[in-house]
């Protein structure tokens, strides 16, 4: 112990050390405050994307909350049932839609976690397990009784439609900028948020390609290698120095994928938002005739697919692209083509 916390915490004194119950109202209170720092520290440094979903989960609570008659910091077994239940009957993104599972299941994490870091509640362990259970038995009912919930799992876009949608790409500003920004997000596995965030100075050269650094992440940057591509047509690499050349991107600092004007194409001020990088997605497919509507996570899936049909390995692709090693959402975009590969 240094002298500055002996002086903050006054029953840490030279000799037997003291236990944590006869701990006196001075050192209680002086742990309690280091606690309640330590959260606001891991707290403030979420990502914005993160913040903002909690903050939306926690609105969400407290709609439920005024329509139910429950105390806003009741957060307890009970409760989160009700909350889960109240959800199910909430209409979804889309008119005549109800509230997806995964989105009901997200709304308990951000509950639980808000309540814990940003009001200070003490809550108990395994304090949503009930509510889960709840929701996992409402799922069962809904796939028995043939319902769907939600916009489902993202159309992987694979290397049959990168080469589709490059080869669609006008040979203008806007179009040199799509190919790079699609074959980039395909090539890294990215997050809209990931691909937006991104500075000229986060795509270095090297004699093999490109390092891109991850550096703004939903999990934890990364250092993502990126080679050239067997087809100059569908190279990220190439399609990367061909838009940096064409826009004159010199400033290290600046955006790495820039906002064009809607009609003229000249280059704006700023680089694209999160939702930007969908919509170029989007727009990019439909051009190309693709029937398939494209999102901004279908690079991302498609990465995946396109890798296990090489016979990647699940742990090197989730090192790609910044999946947990045993993910389960990257497992069910494997399974498309594992239920082909490995059955009897």
Sequence with gaps: ????????????????????????????????????????????????????????????????????????????????????????TQPGWKTGTFIAPRTIDRRITGTVVSARTDHGLVLEGGVARLARNRLKQLVKDMEE???????????????????????????????IRDRALILM????????????????????????????????SKVRPRIVPVPYGTRPSICPVRAWTAWKEAAGLTDPDGPAFRRLHSRWHTLLEGGLQPDSVGDVITRAGARAGIEIRFTGHSPRCGL??????????????????????????????????DQWEDTP
């Design 304 to 337: 995946a697919t396109s890798s296990r049909l090489k016979g990647h390995d699940q742990i090197v692709i989730a090192k790609q692209g910044d999946w947990a090693p045993h993910s389960k959402v990257l497992a069910g975009h494997l399974e498309v083509v």
């Design 185 to 216: 997000h395909f090539a890294v596995a990215g997050r809209e948020h990931e691909i937006a965030a991104n500075r000229v100075r986060d795509y270095a050269d090297t004699p093999g390609g490109l390092l891109a650094d991850m550096r703004v």
């Design 145 to 175: 009784n043939g319902e769907q919930r939600g916009r489902g799992q993202a159309p992987p876009l694979l290397v049959e439609h990168l080469t589709r949608i490059s080869a669609a790409c006008p040979d203008n500003l806007m179009g």
């Design 1 to 88: 112990m240094t002298e500055r916390q002996v002086t903050v915490i006054g029953t840490l004194q030279p000799g037997a050390p003291v236990r944590p119950e006869e701990f006196d109202a001075a050192t209680r209170a002086a742990l309690e405050h280091i606690d309640g720092q330590a959260v606001k520290v891991v707290a403030d440094h979420r990502s914005a994307n993160t913040r903002k979903g909690y903050a939306q989960d926690w609105a969400s609570w407290g709609k439920f909350c005024a329509a139910s008659e429950v105390p806003l910091f009741a957060v307890t077994p009970g409760t989160l049932v009700m909350f889960v239940e109240w959800l199910w």
